[in-house]
């Protein structure tokens, strides 16, 4: 089974940082586009960043430009989002999902790690 | 770059038809790269129909989607009580920006 497990979410204070990982099981990792996705409390689903299937395409989010790394080890079957100087509006559930291969949609989701920024 | 346009709510009852619309402009929504999510409280997205109209295996086909211009729309036929949850539209973007998000659209199966 296709299963995306994120980790590295917890509580930080405004300015500081955080790596999240994305670890990829059940699937050939290297052949998809990444995505992070993010959902503050209440609120909408929020894309943050994309990476290629070869990491040599990026784009991000204008409210993370700047402060947000995606990277991806392909070898360890494994997605990253590097957070910096984080602002108390990043505080939100970050999802890492799998893109589909020649088609717009996302097929897996992982079940989110929790990112709190508090002053 | 705003969000795609989704009405906040819709209602329906046991066994009819609804529809969520989901605007945008010529620049994302006019592309044919429109996904539609489910979401329940507390639980991750579930693709429900992706390239503007097709259904992943295992979704139910009483989910279709369909677009005019540069709306989209998702509609669920034969309302259920489990098909009460957030919906959202989520397409691609000539901008630098890529990937586009609506506002959520909740559902109510009354």
């Known amino acids: 089974e296709v299963q995306l497990a994120e980790s590295g979410g917890g509580l930080v204070q405004p300015g500081g940082s955080l790596r999240l990982s994305c670890a990829v099981s059940?699937?050939?990792?290297?052949?998809?586009?990444m995505y992070w996705v993010r959902q503050a409390p209440g609120k909408g689903l929020e894309w943050v960043s994309y990476?290629?299937?070869?990491?040599?395409?990026?784009y991000y989010a204008d409210s993370v430009t700047g402060r947000f790394t995606i990277s991806r080890d392909n070898a360890k079957n494994s997605l990253y989002l590097q957070m910096n100087s984080l602002r108390v509006e990043d505080t939100a559930v970050y999802y890492c999902?799998?893109?589909?291969?020649?088609?717009?949609?996302?097929?897996?989701w992982g079940q989110g790690t929790t990112v709190t920024v508090f002053s | 770059q705003s969000a795609l346009t989704q009405p906040a709510s819709v209602s329906g009852s046991p066994g009819q038809s609804i529809t969520i619309s989901c605007a945008g402009t010529?620049?994302?929504?006019?592309?044919?790269?429109v996904s539609w999510y489910q979401q329940h409280p507390g639980k991750a997205p579930k693709l429900m129909i992706y390239?503007?109209?097709n259904r992943p295996s295992g979704v139910s086909n009483r989910f279709s989607g369909s677009k005019s211009g540069n709306t989209a729309s998702l509609t669920i036929s034969g309302l259920q009580a489990e098909d009460e949850a957030d919906y959202y539209c989520?397409?691609?973007?000539?901008?630098?920006?890529?990937?586009?998000f609506g506002g959520g659209t909740k559902l109510t199966v009354l």
């Open positions: 999902a799998r893109g589909l291969i020649a088609a717009w949609g996302l097929d897996v």
């Open positions: 989520s397409s691609y973007t000539s901008s630098s920006t890529l990937v586009l």
């Open positions: 990476i290629s299937s070869s990491g040599s395409t990026i």
């Open positions: 010529s620049s994302d929504v006019g592309y044919n790269y």
């Open positions: 059940g699937i050939t990792f290297d052949s998809h586009e």
């Open positions: 390239d503007v109209n």
